[in-house]
C-alpha cells in the first residue's frame, strides 16, 4: 500500500519527513498535540481576562461558547502552524517527535484539521457572540498562519517580534466577544503580551540555538550572535516591565495587580541582567532557563492579578492606583 | 457481539481499526457537543420568545 501523499509540499519538502503511515491517522492525543494544548491554554486565559475587564453585562453561555471558540481557533492556528513547519519540525530535535515529522499524521490531514476548525470556530464565534469578535479571530489566524509561519519565520531574526502580534491579540478578542467592542483595558494587554514576547522567545532561542540552526531558522542568536539578543532581551525587558506596571495607573488593575507587576517585573529585569552579565558556560544555560520559565510566570502573575481583582470583585475592596 | 475479534479489511492492522473506532468516537462526541453547543445558544439567544411561534 502507498502512501498518499497529497499534501503539495511534500515534493518540495521530501525527504525531510518520515514516511507517513498507509492509513491515515493516529492517536486522539496526536491530534490534540496537534493543537498545541499549552499554547492554547494561555491563550484561553488571556482571553477570559480580556472578558472580565470588559465588565460586559453578557449571559454565561455566549461567554462560554466564545471562549471555547477562541481556544478552537487558537488550536487550529497551531495545527496549521505544524502542517507548514514539517519540514523544520523534523531537524530539531525539540520538535522531531509532534505528530507530522514523526509519521503519525499525514500533513494533509492535518491541513484539513487546521482549516476546518478555523473556519468553524470563526464562524461559530460570529453566531454566538458578534462578528467583530470573529473578524479579530479570523485575523489572529491569518496573522499566525500567513505573516508569522509562512512568511516572516523563515525570513527575519524579527520573526517573534512581529509575529508576537498574534499571541496579543486574545485579550481584545474576549473583550469583543462579551461586549461587542474593544477599548484601552485591553489595547494595555495586548500590549504588554507583544513586548513580553521578544524576551520570552530569544530566552528558549538561546538554548535552541543549534536547533534552530540545524532547521535553518534565522532567530535573533543565530543571526546577529547570542551577545547582540542578550541586549535585545535586556532592552524589551525594560520597555516590558514598565508597561506591565501601566494597567494599574490606567485603572484596569487596583493595589494588587500593582504590586505583582511591580515586584514580577523587578523579578524579570534581574533575570534579563542575569542573562546579558552571563555569556558563557553552565551559568549562562541557567540564566537563559530561568528567565524562560519566569517569563510564563510573570505573565500567568499579572494576568491572575487582574482575573482576581475583577473576577472575584477584589479591585472593588483594594485602594485605587494611585489614589 | 459473538465475542470474536473483529476481522480487519486488507491493509488494516487491529491497532488501525483500534485507532479509526477512537476516532470514531471523538468525532461523535464532538457532533455531540456541537449540537448542544447550538441548542443552548439558541434558547439563549431567543430567550422567552422560544416559546412564542405561530401554530
Known sequence: ?323 | MNGREPIAPPGLTPDDLRRRRSRSIAIAVALGLLAALFYALTVVKLGPQILNRPM
Open chain 1, 1 to 323: 500500500m502507498t502512501t498518499a501523499l497529497t499534501d503539495p509540499l511534500e515534493s518540495s519538502r521530501a525527504g525531510t519527513i518520515p514516511a507517513r503511515p498507509a492509513v491515515p491517522g493516529g492517536e486522539l492525543t496526536d491530534y490534540l498535540a496537534l493543537l498545541k494544548p499549552r499554547v492554547m491554554s494561555l491563550v484561553v486565559f488571556t482571553a477570559l481576562v480580556g472578558m472580565v475587564v470588559a465588565h460586559a453585562n453578557v449571559h454565561p453561555v455566549i461567554a462560554i461558547a466564545s471562549l471555547t471558540m477562541i481556544a478552537v481557533g487558537a488550536g487550529a492556528s497551531g495545527c496549521l502552524n505544524m502542517w507548514w513547519d514539517a519540514d523544520i519540525d523534523a531537524r530539531m530535535v525539540r520538535t522531531a517527535r509532534r505528530p507530522i515529522p514523526a509519521g503519525r499524521i499525514a500533513p494533509g490531514e492535518a491541513l484539513s484539521f487546521g482549516v476546518t476548525l478555523s473556519v468553524g470556530s470563526v464562524l461559530v464565534l460570529g453566531l454566538a457572540a458578534n462578528w467583530l469578535a470573529a473578524a479579530l479571530l479570523a485575523f489572529t489566524i491569518l496573522f499566525y498562519v500567513v505573516v508569522y509561519t509562512m512568511g516572516l519565520k523563515r525570513a527575519t531574526p524579527q520573526n517573534i517580534v512581529i509575529g508576537g502580534a498574534a499571541g496579543a491579540l486574545p485579550p481584545m478578542i474576549g473583550q469583543a466577544a462579551v461586549s461587542g467592542s474593544v477599548g484601552p483595558e485591553t489595547g494595555i494587554l495586548f500590549l504588554i503580551i507583544f513586548l513580553w514576547t521578544p524576551p520570552h522567545f530569544w530566552a528558549l532561542a538561546l538554548l535552541k540555538a543549534d536547533d534552530y540552526a540545524r532547521a535553518g531558522v534565522p532567530m535573533m542568536p543565530n543571526v546577529a550572535g547570542p551577545d547582540a539578543t542578550r541586549r535585545q532581551i535586556l532592552l524589551y525587558t525594560a520597555l516590558v516591565a514598565p508597561c506591565g506596571l501601566a494597567p494599574a495607573f490606567l485603572g484596569v488593575g487596583g493595589l494588587l495587580y500593582a504590586i505583582t507587576a511591580t515586584v514580577g517585573g523587578l523579578c524579570l529585569a534581574a533575570l534579563a541582567v542575569q542573562v546579558y552579565a552571563r555569556r558563557s558556560g553552565e551559568r549562562s544555560v541557567r540564566a537563559a532557563q530561568h528567565l524562560f520559565a519566569f517569563s510564563i510566570l510573570y505573565l500567568v502573575l499579572l494576568f491572575s492579578a487582574l482575573l482576581a481583582e475583577h473576577g472575584l470583585g477584589l479591585w472593588h475592596a483594594l485602594p485605587r492606583w494611585p489614589a
